[in-house]
């Protein structure tokens, strides 16, 4: 996904804490970045893959790739920080195919802390973190009754139960009394913590359960990571449980619902995952480069591995943006065979045919990009398609660029990918935010 363009709390795609961009030191004007100093960051960012990064093997690999690229000159002409970061990330991306190693520029210097440690929150940047964790709801983006007394509950990112414990308690009370429960992770980019999922999965299992094990390449120390016995609140036990799934649900959302399906609490419904398990936080290089490295990786006690590059796959595969009323129908079905009340069966046979003659067929949408003759490959992304960025590749035209597929009909916000960089609708003015990302605005009808 296209960071610049998501919200900071949204950026938090891993299953541990970064650190906010909030900073003591001033920030300091555009530098020009120098061969000195690019030649200071690649060293420092070769030496942090080779001593930290999770994939041993492959470390000493991509850090001499990366140093080459230097000396070879492939980013002579490139000036500004944010442009060298970019760049870097991609040619990281190309060469280990973890979603999670990236390299940041701030404009502001960031501060040293005395452990450097990517796991921690620098305890100045505490206060600011937990009070956009608030102003952000600790990551939940809805909390419904659906028709037939099914809970619903959707997240944007989980959060450590010290920032969300009460919130988290306070929704599961309010669910408390559904028959089913779906939780909705198809904008769900990932976890705060990784005290985070293991909370919110504490609510649906009645004992302690093994979830996973943490390998940490560092020390090589395993430890176990397990459901806590008692949590706020009321727990949600012996109830079916639904997870959404779409290849923008990443990381941390990807790790409860692998848990999940794992343990057999719950079936997934939706697309396969973006598939990054690994857990890490940002390592400082130089006063305004970071890297975000994984640098410990998950391992399930049942499937002995995790969902790396391969992504969570669905027990019911089904687009994304029939994910919902697919899942909601199959709770219905369940709960018209279970009850043995003969007027509740027929309401809930009532709702549930309602919910299938109101379910309306795709609509055929078409998307033009003119120009851009010389690009390799040109995609459309954006809400239609839960922001999976290679999942509608456009045509090549005589004037540019097209796109046929099918969307839900209303308002959809949208973006192309032009041989990587992600640009707005250039013949759109209208514009929007759809809760994951920014765009232009277009009506399907």
């Not at 020390?219 to 036990?237: C, E, F, I, L, S």
């Not at 400082?284 to 969902?307: C, E, Q, V, Y």
Request: charged residues 20%.
């Amino acid at each position: 996904m296209k960071t610049d363009k998501i919200p900071l709390i949204l950026m938090l795609s891993l299953i541990t804490c970064l650190p906010l961009s909030a900073q003591q030191k001033p920030s300091e004007p555009n530098q020009v970045l120098t061969d000195q100093i690019k030649g200071d960051l690649i060293s420092q960012l070769a030496g942090a893959l080779r001593t930290k990064y999770v994939f041993e093997g492959k470390a000493d690999t991509i850090a001499n790739a990366i140093v080459s690229k230097f000396k070879s000159g492939a980013y002579n002409n490139i000036l500004q920080g944010t442009e060298l970061a970019s760049a870097v990330t991609a040619d990281l991306l190309l060469l280990s195919g973890d979603k999670h190693l990236r390299l940041r520029y701030s404009e502001k210097v960031i501060p040293e802390t005395a452990d450097n440690d990517p796991m921690k929150i620098p305890t100045d940047q505490k206060l600011a973190y937990a009070t956009e964790l608030k102003n952000s709801n600790y990551g939940i983006g809805k909390i419904e009754v659906l028709a037939g007394n099914v809970g619903l509950i959707s997240f944007n990112f989980f959060c450590a139960p010290e920032f969300s414990g009460d919130t988290y308690a306070s929704a599961m009370n309010y669910l408390a009394h559904t028959d089913a429960l779906i939780i909705d992770l198809r904008k769900c980019r990932g976890s705060a913590s990784i005290d985070a999922t293991p909370f919110f999965s504490s609510y649906l299992f009645e004992t302690p359960v093994h979830l996973y094990d943490l390998w940490w390449r560092q020390d090589n120390r395993t430890m176990q990571v397990w459901t806590y016995a008692h949590v706020p609140g009321t727990k949600y036990v012996k109830k079916p449980v639904y997870v959404l799934t779409s290849f923008a649900t990443f990381s941390g959302a990807e790790q409860l619902a692998y848990d999940l399906q794992a343990l057999k609490r719950a079936k997934i419904v939706g697309a396969a995952t973006s598939g990054g398990a690994n857990p890490g936080g940002d390592i400082r290089l130089t006063d305004h480069f970071s890297a975000f490295m994984p640098i410990g990786r998950p391992i399930n006690p049942l499937t002995k591995t995790n969902w790396e590059g391969k992504g969570v796959m669905p027990d019911v595969a089904v687009a994304p943006v029939r994910a919902l009323s697919t899942a909601h129908g199959i709770v219905l079905s369940e709960l018209e065979k279970q009850t043995t009340d003969d007027s509740r069966q027929q309401q809930i046979k009532k709702i549930r045919q309602n919910l299938e003659q109101s379910t309306m067929p795709l609509k055929t949408v078409n998307f033009y990009l003119d120009g851009y003759q010389s690009a390799r490959e040109v995609f459309a992304v954006g809400s239609f398609n839960d922001w999976t960025p290679k999942a509608n590749p456009m045509r090549r035209t005589n004037n540019g660029w097209e796109l046929q597929t099918e969307a839900d009909s209303g308002k959809t916000v949208y973006q192309f990918i032009i041989d990587g960089k992600w640009i707005f609708d250039p013949k759109n003015p209208q514009q929007a935010f759809d809760g994951l990302n920014s765009g232009s605005l277009r009506e399907i009808q």
